[in-house]
């Protein structure tokens, strides 16, 4: 079992462009988690989705930010335009568990806008 | 809403050293609760839970007691190694989703 599988793990990007993390979850599983991870806020849920359809976006933190999962096999969360406050790490993580508490992590995007 | 408490860090600890890390909560209804550990580099992952009050939960000889009266799941381990060095989360689930809700991390470093 390869793991929760993320690109990039690291991304640097110029204030106002468009940036697009991947996750493809582990196989069999059928809810995916994104994650925000910074110093000031901690570990923070944007969204998630069960069976490929988004249960609760309401992480998201605005119009800027939109995800996808076209199939049970990758997801990828989108920023336009980007701003140095996105600045965080990214994680992904899926879960087989109806009850969504053991939660398998990525490795995680560091993100850096300038 | 639900919320968890950590101690803050960073812990430094020598190897061999005895380990607390404190974490309360306060939820509605009656919470799982959860250790998540993140080692550098790496995404968190699933290191003990307890789902009912008194239940201990223990893994690679940490341990965290469900403690209702107190609302508390504190970490323990008798003798923490080099390898022990990571960031630990406590975090809790309730609802009917069952969503978790993360604390904000304890950074432990074990010097040799």
Not at chain 1, 35 to 43: D, I
Not at chain 1, 93 to 114: D, I, M, Y
Request: net charge negative; glycine share 8%; hydrophobic share 35%.
């Amino acid at each position: 079992d390869a793991g929760v599988i993320q690109s990039p793990r690291h991304e640097v990007t110029e204030m106002g462009q468009e940036v697009t993390l991947r996750c493809k979850p582990i196989s069999g599983h059928n809810s995916l988690f994104w994650y925000r991870q910074t110093m000031m806020r901690g570990l923070e849920l944007l969204i998630y989705f069960n069976n490929n359809v988004p249960i609760d976006d309401s992480g998201m933190p605005e119009d800027r930010f939109s995800a996808k999962m076209p199939n049970a096999s990758f997801s990828t969360l989108k920023i336009q335009p980007s701003e140095p406050r996105d600045s965080a790490v990214y994680f992904c993580a899926s879960s087989r568990e109806a009850t969504n508490e053991k939660l398998f992590f990525g490795s995680g995007t560091q993100l850096s806008v300038l | 809403g639900d919320s968890v408490t950590q101690m803050e860090g960073p812990v430094t600890l020598s190897e061999e050293a005895f380990l607390t890390i404190n974490c309360t909560y306060t939820a509605t209804g009656y919470p799982s609760l959860f250790w998540y550990v993140q080692y550098p580099g790496e995404g968190l992952q699933l290191l003990l839970k307890a789902t009912k009050a008194d239940d201990k939960g223990s893994n690679k000889g940490f341990e965290a007691t469900y403690r209702k009266e107190t609302t508390s799941f504190h970490l323990e381990k008798g003798s923490v190694q080099v390898s022990d060095s990571a960031v630990y989360f406590c975090a809790l689930s309730s609802g009917s989703a069952r969503q978790l809700t993360f604390g904000s991390g304890t950074q432990l470093t074990v010097l040799p």
